[in-house]
């Protein structure tokens, strides 16, 4: 049944070397953090919960001074003095004094008839961007009671730029407003171009960022005649849209472009912007000062970002790819990288790592996860297991296939045995010695004593024994014979897992906000919690690797990458550190280069050979857990807890607003996993309402929450 595959050639584009930027430092707000303002060392926070005031003296270590409740969500301000201008959303305007920065207390207000989005302050006068009402303008002068003084109607208000007394709006379309009579607007022109989001105004230069056509430049020397000059669009086959802001600084545009980060953009030819350097995050706004990038992420609160390195020595080699690059496998001189949905699979020459070559792409796929062995290609797609031959990258040819109907989250292949992470049938184990057809051996639902939740998400195979993960837990099951697997034993876990791997007797877990996870598997039919590896206390690692000696270790939330010596499985040893712009997803060790793929910004080729050696070694942290399941629930959730070493445990419950609602524990409890239940009932034994509650947990000097979703 083999037919041959061949692969459509395609020109991608090559990455110019990025300089090295690095976090060093962040402030996790409670709710999704909307915006930000800066004064001298002072940041000014909003969130979905309240407004925070923050001293940024110390960029690594920011300290929280004084906060208070606001009714909406935050999502832009403005400081004039001692007073904060915030446009609150579905609130309105609202305006703080924080002349006490350990009390600030909201002094003034305005309710809008639509979501307020965007604020500018000018002398006595507030403009607020609001959702179909357009351009509002105040008088400020008494900022206790503001009065509204005009107003423009436009769809999508959404930004707005003020000098003098003109008024550059974002909205539907690009207008530009003379704002001289506030009770007498006159519209000097409007450029059509799809929802606009933002825009900001340097001299002769209006800097929009639109759904449409992305980040544009205007010539509005001629307020009344905008000329387009150029435009930039990051846009990738599975990330598109527009920047939630820019910041212009000399020749550069700084672009928060969502899910795409910070970017930086070389505007010196306003005809022709050039990405120049880029930080892979969340980011939503960002302020620069003295080198430092404040980012605001919805998901990440504030991170500070050091971007005064513009080399990147151990950088070697990149490719860009379409869409999304995830997963990745190596075979010879070449890269497979799933791109995406709807990007299907990129295959990549590497056989010069400092210049990798586009050979082609086969992009009638949707792929899930993938794996090799030998020139063995097995990819997972909608419809199941295809298995390609590939000792000729450039011409794939496809051998065999095993269709499936339900969803397939990880795949590991050992001694031609393929298993795989099924949805609905668990652990499945196909025979494929023959690829042309692959037999079925057995399958496995865990029907363990607490099952959490019935669909696997990671699997690793090591000497006859399947770790395969769970939302919750790890379990072990005895595949020496693959046509009768059997349950050996199970490990509560505090967290989904989506990344495993085994040296000798330690099974490690990418367990994102837990750490790395470490597990003593010497007597598989009882896997004992071990210690984590936790770089900072707010890493979130997404990906784990195991190549000889080493493991490797994928931060996402400080985008590093961990380089570990394993010779003494128990007590993994950290060599050193690489802190650079990039998310990772997959990885590959090869004479000291790392191959790496990064989602929207492609394969990079990083050569490890020449990260500075750790000095100063990091022991593995044994570190307290906390998870809960169902979540969101009703009407309760069992609360789950690690602890590294006996000791009283307080686990309280507090609504948004920071008061206490249930104790739900007090008491001693030992060393190991423990669970317990809040059926949704306060102090008074009453129900409570729906909405977002939070589990805050404390025991020997260590403390961790979890925030909790009550849906009725």
């Known amino acids: 049944m083999k037919s041959t595959l061949f692969i459509m050639s395609l020109l991608l584009v090559i990455l110019p070397i990025f300089a090295t930027f690095h976090k060093i430092g962040e402030f996790e707000t409670t709710g999704a953090a909307s915006s930000m303002a800066i004064s001298e060392n002072i940041a000014y926070i ?35 003095g001692d007073l904060v201008y915030v446009a609150e959303g579905t609130s309105g305007l609202q305006i703080i004094d924080v002349s006490n920065s350990q009390s600030p207390q909201i002094i003034g207000s305005y309710p809008t008839p639509n979501s307020a989005n965007y604020i500018a302050v000018e002398g006595n006068r507030a403009y607020l961007a609001c959702y179909d009402t357009g351009l509002m303008i105040f008088d400020i002068s008494n900022p206790q009671t503001p009065i509204l003084l005009g107003s423009y109607p ?11 007394n003109i008024v550059y709006l974002a909205g539907g379309g690009f207008t530009i407003i003379d704002a001289t009579d506030p009770q007498n607007l006159q519209v000097l022109s409007t450029y059509q171009m799809g929802y606009a989001r933002s825009v900001t105004v340097s001299g002769n230069r209006a800097y929009v960022n639109n759904s449409e056509y992305g980040f544009s430049i205007f010539d509005i020397s001629n307020p009344q005649l905008p000329q387009l000059l150029g435009q930039y669009s990051p846009m990738t ?12 600084i000399g020749n550069y545009a700084y672009l928060s472009y969502g899910p795409l980060g910070l970017q930086i953009v070389d505007i010196s030819n306003p005809q022709s912007p050039i990405l120049m350097k880029k930080y892979s995050t969340i980011a939503t706004d960002a ?15 504030i991170q500070i970002i050091d971007i005064s390195n513009d080399t990147n020595p151990q950088l070697i080699g990149s490719l860009e790819t379409p869409g999304n690059a995830s997963n990745l496998a190596v075979i010879n001189n070449a890269a497979f990288i799933t791109d995406g949905d709807f990007s299907g699979l990129r295959v990549i020459n590497i056989s010069n790592p400092n ?10 796929m949707i792929l899930s996860c993938m794996a090799s062995e030998g020139n063995s290609l097995y990819l997972i797609d909608y419809n199941g297991l295809e298995i390609y031959n590939a000792t000729n990258p450039s011409s794939l040819v496809l051998q065999g296939n095993y269709w499936c109907l339900t969803g397939i989250n990880a795949i590991a292949v050992s001694s031609s045995i393929v298993y795989l992470a099924d949805d609905e049938f668990g652990l499945v184990i196909l025979d494929v010695i023959n690829p042309a057809s692959p037999i079925l051996l057995s399958s496995f639902v865990y029907p363990g004593p607490v099952p959490l939740e019935s669909r696997p998400f990671s699997i690793a195979v090591k000497s006859g024994i399947a770790y395969v993960t769970y939302a919750n837990e790890v379990v072990t099951i005895n595949v020496s014979d693959p046509t009768n697997p059997r349950y050996l034993g199970h490990l509560l876990i ?3 897992t989506s990344s495993s791997a085994i040296v000798d007797n330690m099974l490690y877990l990418a367990a994102s906000r837990e750490g790395l996870l470490v597990i003593d ?22 990906k784990v690797y195991k190549k000889d000696n080493y493991l490797i270790i994928a931060d996402d939330a400080w985008n590093e990458i961990g380089v570990y010596d394993v010779t003494v499985p128990a007590t993994p040893t950290l060599n050193n550190t690489y802190a ?36 100063d070694q990091v022991v593995p942290f044994q570190k307290m857990t906390l998870s809960n399941y169902p979540n969101p629930f009703n009407p309760s959730t069992t609360i789950s807890f690690s602890l590294p070493s006996s000791g009283i445990v307080k686990l309280d419950i507090y609504n948004i607003r920071g008061q206490l609602v249930e104790s739900v524990v007090n008491d001693q409890f030992t060393q190991g996993t423990h669970t317990v239940t809040w059926n949704g009932i306060d102090f008074n034994n009453k129900s409570v309402a729906s909405g977002v509650y939070f589990a805050k947990m404390s025991c020997n000097g260590q403390e961790t929450s979890r925030k909790l979703v009550l849906v009725k």
């Open 580 to 615: 650079w712009n990039l998310s990772t997803s997959g990885m590959y060790l090869n004479n000291n280069l790392l191959y790496t793929s990064n989602f929207a910004y492609g394969m990079n080729v990083l050569d490890i050979s020449s990260l500075v050696a750790v000095d």
């Open 287 to 301: 302020i620069i000062k003295d080198n430092l990038a404040y980012l605001v992420s919805y998901t990440k609160g």
């Open 494 to 496: 505090t967290n989904h």
């Open 521 to 542: 598997v010497s007597n598989p039919s009882m896997p004992v919690y071990h210690s984590t590896i936790l770089p900072h206390s707010s890493s979130s690692i997404g």
């Open 355 to 364: 210049l990798p070559q586009a050979m082609g792409q086969y992009s009638s």
């Open 154 to 164: 436009t769809e999508w208000g959404s930004g707005l730029c003020v000098i003098g």
């Open 46 to 80: 909003a969130d979905d919960i309240d407004f925070k005031v923050i001293d940024i003296t110390n960029p690594i270590a920011p300290q929280l001074l004084g906060s208070c409740t606001t009714l909406g969500t935050g999502l832009s301000m403005e400081i004039s």
């Open 237 to 248: 086959a599975d990330v598109s849209g527009y920047a939630y802001s820019v910041k212009i």
